[in-house]
């Protein structure tokens, strides 16, 4: 019997807490990037951490779960306190950000939507974008802070505070 999990998420009022993992995948000059298809705006695919298990343990099931291949999970390039406002709700999200390597295999078309899966309430769409800041910029990717440094990753990690409006959209 499976036991129901556990994701590290808390509730106060119009308040929430989340830690989330993510994972910048690249390929050919592309970065992988997911949405669900009714928001406007594209994220690196990863997903809430679950209490017990490691934040790579969580990148890695994530990427089983969404893109239904095992990847490797690399260095850590940005840990974020990132505090946005979010269907109407105020968000404190501890986000860890990881280069990782998708297995050859997984499909590559930088021209349309590579892999579609239905992910809870939400069909989550893929797609590889061109890895510039420009590209990034159009997409409307938060955190933006990413599009600045996409073409020159971190060789550390970094740890910063982000918050929504920190950078011009434009």
Known sequence: MMSKRKLIRLNAGSQRFQMRIAGLGFRDGHVLVHRAVHETFWTFPGGRAE???TSE???RRE???????EVTVRRLLWSVENFFHYEEMDW???GLYYLMEI????PFDPTKIVHRIQDGDDELEFK???AT????VALDIPPYFIAEEIENL???SRHLVWRDGDLDKA
């Open 154 to 156: 971190p060789l550390m």
């Open 57 to 59: 343990e969580t990148l």
């Open 92 to 94: 404190h999200e501890l």
């Open 133 to 136: 800041r420009e590209a990034l």
């Open 63 to 69: 990427m089983v779960e969404e893109l239904g291949v």
């Open 103 to 106: 297995p050859a295999d997984f």
């Open 128 to 130: 590889w974008v061109r």
């Open 51 to 53: 209490i017990g298990e």
